[in-house]
């Protein structure tokens, strides 16, 4: 399951200070908050992959891993204020300031290709176009 992210090219966060490092940086940076939930989980990753097909792209790509990084979710989460823990959800992100989520109630039951559609309309949205 974690593969099926890193082998995209998905930078995985395993610590605090490695989410921190990231989050805090100028730009925009996708974060998925990767799950084992088969329901869910089982369509978010392939929603990923078919948003990194898009013309407009986040300056990074990032993932966490619920239920096994802990700290790492945890602190990811700090960083979605007012939102409640979700696994799995995706988040964008610019300037460490949340400007979309995506979460499990909103992933669930949908095929990848109508995840991917919200995906990709966040980056039309708030990504810097080079």
């Known amino acids: 399951m974690r593969d099926e992210l890193t082998r995209l090219g998905v930078r995985e966060l395993r610590t605090s200070g ?9 730009g925009d940076t996708l974060v998925v908050v990767n799950s084992v939930c088969g329901c869910a989980a089982r369509n ?13 792209q986040p300056d990074q790509v990032v993932t966490v891993f619920a239920g096994q990084d802990a700290e790492a979710t945890t602190r990811a989460r700090q960083y979605f204020a007012g939102v409640r823990p979700s696994s799995p959800s995706i988040a964008l992100l ?4 949340l400007h ?5 109630h909103q992933i669930e039951g949908r095929e990848a290709y109508q995840i991917a559609a919200d995906i990709t309309k966040a980056y039309d949205e708030f990504c810097a176009t080079s």
């Open 94 to 97: 610019s300037d460490g300031e």
């Open 44 to 56: 978010a990753r392939p929603a990923v992959a078919l948003a990194m097909r898009h013309e407009v």
């Open 18 to 26: 490695e989410v921190d490092e990231v989050l805090d940086a100028e």
């Open 100 to 104: 979309f989520i995506l979460e499990r």
